[in-house]
Nanobody, 111 residues
């Protein structure tokens, strides 16, 4: 089981962009799925974006057209590019690699 490590969270104004990164020791591209989840205060953890071993992606309706999940095999990293951020995107974002979960990274979008 790989242990993901996230980075790239922070504070951004509405309309801005952030890119989250997720890596782990060992090759992460042998596990599936590779996914980003988020959890806002008082809410359940929800799937944001997923990419499977075939490269097929899936997105939550709320982020379609704004977020993009991608992987860089050479850097052993999965990314979540987040554009046109909204205050409702504020949450702790978690990377999932197979059955392994990261500790999360805070994303805060100010209005």
């Amino acid at each position: 089981q790989v242990q993901p490590v996230e980075s790239g969270g922070g504070l951004v104004q509405a309309g801005g962009s952030l890119r989250l990164s997720c890596t782990a020791s060992g090759s992460i591209f042998s596990v599936s799925p590779m996914a980003w989840y988020r959890q806002a205060p008082g809410n359940q953890r929800e799937l944001v974006a997923l990419i499977d071993i075939r490269g097929i992606t899936n997105y939550a309706d709320s982020v379609k057209g704004r977020f993009t999940i991608s992987g860089d095999n050479a850097k052993n990293t999965v990314y979540l590019q987040m554009n046109s951020l909204k205050p409702e995107d504020t949450a702790v974002y978690y990377c999932r690699l197979g059955q392994g979960w990261g500790q999360g990274t805070q994303v805060t979008v100010s209005s």
